[in-house]
């Protein structure tokens, strides 16, 4: 058996760790589920700890590390960049150099908390982001496109996918960063930087893309790629605010703060100039990148690849005809890549998987979920058949924490740590918010739907088993499920087939056999501001601490009193 394991952390604001053996996924977790510090960047010492425990190997049994970033790369350009934009480059130095000195050190890192002194290969981040869309998907052949804000100074990179190797075509370097236009708008619209674009994303529904004259002075096409007008930007490594400069401030108005806390129509209508823009400039590079591959199937990586309404208009508007999104597309994706990518180098051989799986994290048996209920002075009902059970337990517009197997890789909860609704009640989205996730009322929920009816549902006919793409529910359709219906009538669709997760597939199955409708409000099992759960005792924490009303945990139900 050859072992490798890949890792990612400081230079990135999610650090992960994926284990490959003979060149497939054994085991995979983020940071953060384990220390429970949302986005936490520090080196990876729990999910390492985990996957080696999964593999029951040691340390010393791995052949080699793969480190999704290379600071060696681009060195002679950084140096010219803070040259060029002295003295306002000294606060970009002042907190790039500690992050690049780790980033230098990482050996230390393996050495001090592993004892490992083997192998250790720095990679192309954008490379090991390629590696992870293209080698995972089901392709033979590809064009691969990875956007992100910056890694290895690269924000935009291209190139073609076919057998095992991938080939960089080209790649455009940091501040040209598609990643960095969203991260700002975030950041001017009162929310968390690289933490909170996707509300952006949500918010954009709501408004008209009133403002794209305007966006297009900001960033825009190019023949070559695309281009942004630094003027409107406040250019640090670290999304400390405020990111946008006094010109944005001068073009928009008064920026949002976190205190705003209703959002006039007029911000509406720039989040959707600016999902609008951005979608243009995406559509421009694939058809640039399919043009230039000559393949009309399309990888997508980074963490721009998860903006999954711009995501779902790819197939839709027929820039391609196949599309692969991995579980991870963001940053925990390049431990992926760069466990495929030390595979590589380590044997010489060529190897890929079909990745159709999120399920790679930690699972907890009946007897440590019993131990967790009983612990907390709870009564643990055994459950002869949990899916009918939960299902039920929907049907009677009960609002159900649904912790079963191993957990999922990637941001998405997909019906291993999920909380579940009833989507045919209307006032089921704003119950889920008020009382369970704690969250801002204009974020949709997404839907759970068995795979064999998507197309009956919405306006797509293929697997989108890790809820990457948004694609419009059917207008028949729409009020069936308009918990799961998002203001604009899309959903961010998961499709369940039986093979993926059968206990899920079965839940849903359940309901539709109650209900006719086919289809689950599923989000993620956390509140606001913390980790999507790991352990059955921090799902049981969650569950008391809000008014959820059942918990079913693996065998076992869990109600309030
Ligand atoms: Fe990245």
């Not at 010489?348 to 399920?359: E, F, I, N, S």
């Not at 889920?432 to 996730?437: E, G, L, Q, S």
């Not at 086919?518 to 799902?539: D, M, R, W, Y």
Request: hydrophobic letters at 40%; a negative charge.
């Amino acid at each position: 058996m050859v072992y490798t394991l890949g890792v990612i952390c400081h230079g990135t604001h999610d650090a992960a760790a994926v284990l490959l053996e003979d060149g497939q996924v054994v085991a995979s977790a983020e940071e953060e589920r384990f220390s429970r510090k949302k986005f936490d960047n520090r080196f990876p010492a729990q999910a390492i700890e985990f996957c080696l425990a999964k593999a029951g190997i040691t340390s010393q049994e791995l052949s080699a590390i793969g480190y999704g970033f290379d600071p060696r790369r681009k060195v002679g350009l950084k140096a010219l960049y803070v040259l060029k934009h002295f003295p306002q480059s000294v606060e970009m130095v002042v907190n790039g150099v500690p992050i690049a000195r780790r980033m230098n050190g990482i050996e230390q890192d393996f050495r001090e908390h592993l004892g490992y002194t083997g192998s250790v290969y720095r990679l192309n981040h954008h490379l090991c982001h390629a590696a992870s869309t293209f080698l995972a998907s089901p392709f033979e052949e590809a064009a691969v496109l990875a956007l992100d804000c910056m890694g290895d100074w690269e924000s935009c990179w291209w190139g073609l996918g076919k057998g095992h190797h991938i080939s960089e075509l080209e790649v455009t370097d940091w501040p040209q960063s598609l990643g960095l236009v969203y991260m700002t708008f975030t950041d001017y619209l009162g929310f968390q930087p690289l933490s909170d674009e996707y509300k952006v994303m949500g918010l954009a529904s709501y408004g008209e893309p009133r403002y794209i004259e305007q966006m297009q002075e900001i960033f825009w096409a190019t023949p070559q790629s695309y281009q942004l007008n630094l003027d409107y930007f406040n250019l640090k490594l670290q999304p400390t605010p405020p990111l946008y400069s006094q010109k944005l401030v001068e073009r928009f108005g008064r920026a949002l703060s976190k205190f705003d806390h209703s959002i006039p129509q007029y911000y509406r209508d720039i989040a959707a100039s600016l999902q609008a823009q951005l979608e243009q400039v995406i559509f421009h590079l694939v058809k640039k990148v399919v043009a230039t591959t000559g393949s009309r199937n399309l990888c997508l990586a980074g963490g721009v690849a998860m903006n999954s309404a711009a995501n779902g208009k790819i197939p839709t508007r027929g820039l391609v005809d196949a599309l692969y999104v991995p579980p991870c597309a963001a940053d925990p994706g390049v431990a992926l890549g760069a466990a495929y990518l030390a595979y590589q180098a380590t044997t010489g051989k060529p190897q890929r998987q079909v990745l159709d799986t999120a399920l790679l994290g930690p699972e907890y048996n009946d007897e440590q979920i019993l131990v967790a209920i009983q612990h907390r002075g709870l009564q643990a009902h055994p459950l002869s058949n949990p899916s009918q059970q939960a299902a039920k337990l929907l049907t009677e517009s009960k609002v159900v924490g649904w912790f079963q197997g191993r957990m999922e890789f990637g941001q998405r909860a997909l019906g291993a740590r999920s909380i579940l609704a009833d989507p045919r009640l209307a006032e089921m989205k704003d119950i889920v918010n008020k009382k369970i996730k704690f969250r801002e009322g204009f974020r949709p929920f997404a839907p759970s739907v068995l795979e064999e009816s998507v197309a009956e549902y919405f306006h797509y006919d293929a697997p989108v088993p890790f809820m990457t793409q948004v694609y419009p529910v059917r207008e028949e359709k729409q009020a069936k499920i308009p918990a799961v219906t998002h203001v604009d009538g899309t959903a961010r669709v998961q499709t369940v087939s039986i093979s993926a997760n059968p206990r899920y597939w079965h839940l849903i199955d359940a309901f539709y056999k109650l209900t006719g409708v086919p289809v689950v409000l599923n989000t993620s099992f956390n509140v606001k501001g913390q980790p999507i759960v790991n352990t059955p005792a921090e799902a049981l924490d969650t569950f008391l601490n809000t008014e959820m009303d059942a918990l079913v945990c693996g065998g076992y139900l869990v109600v309030k009193d």
